[in-house]
């Protein structure tokens, strides 16, 4: 059973437009990240949240919110939306945040805006 | 901030031939150190970590080292297989930031039979 959820596995979307992208783990984590995947750049971290708090943000743009409505739940609301932000989108997760503790990662969500 | 390059970006092996991938990173505080494997249209498989008190480590056909001297981690798959085809990333956590993993570029890895 997959134990780090993404939905959906695939989402087009025009420009200008705004999207959620879902992220949900059975691990008991209680640290969970966002990084993006692009065909410019390598994979790259953009957040990370610990007990539903953000412990770090790394993007430059506010147009990218993460929200954590449970521990389990780290989602990624995407708004006014560019061809730029076109890529895969990995949720995920450790133990704790920080130290040691490896992170498992997700299917990925592959975003495409046209 | 830390930087990660990894060599070479692809590979093309026969079956039962050994790939040998290496990352250089330059922060001296980094910590801890995984590769991960990522099929097409997959997510990131975790292979193996390995902490800087360790300089190597084998599983099941794969193995780490570790040169702190020359901050270089590589990995070393033996008897490679057509199933080992896929890309595969260092990936560090420096010690002042030891919550962000800080990725290579990829091996994309060809085995062929």
């Known amino acids: 059973d997959p134990k780090i959820i993404q939905k959906p596995k695939y989402l087009v979307a025009v420009t200008g437009s705004e999207k959620i992208l879902i992220c949900e783990q059975y691990?008991?984590?209680?640290?969970m990240y966002w990084y993006r995947q692009s065909a410019k750049k390598p994979l790259e971290f953009m957040f990370s949240?610990?007990?539903?708090?953000?412990?770090d943000n790394q993007t430059a743009s506010s147009r990218f919110q993460p929200q954590s409505s449970k521990k389990n739940h780290l989602d990624l609301q995407i708004t006014a939306l560019k061809p730029d932000d076109s890529a895969t989108y990995f949720c995920a997760s450790s133990l704790d945040w920080g130290g040691q503790d490896t992170q498992y990662f997700g299917p990925g969500t592959r975003l495409l805006v046209l | 901030g830390e930087q990660v390059e990894q060599r070479p970006p692809h590979l093309s092996v026969r079956e039962g031939d050994s790939a040998f991938i290496i990352c250089t990173y330059t922060d001296s505080a980094t910590a801890y150190f995984y590769w991960y494997k990522q099929e097409p249209g997959a997510g990131l498989q975790l292979l193996m970590s390995v902490f800087s008190n360790v300089d190597r480590k084998e599983e099941q056909g794969l193995t780490v080292l570790l040169n702190k001297k020359d901050k270089q981690l590589s990995l070393n798959l033996t008897a490679a297989h057509p199933g080992d085809s896929a890309v595969y990333f260092c990936?560090?956590?420096?010690?002042?930031?030891?919550?962000?993993?800080?990725f290579g570029k990829g091996t994309l890895l060809t085995v062929t039979p």
């Open positions: 949240y610990s007990y539903q708090k953000l412990m």
């Open positions: 990936a560090v956590k420096s010690g002042g930031s030891n919550y962000k993993l800080t």
């Open positions: 691990l008991g984590h209680n640290a």
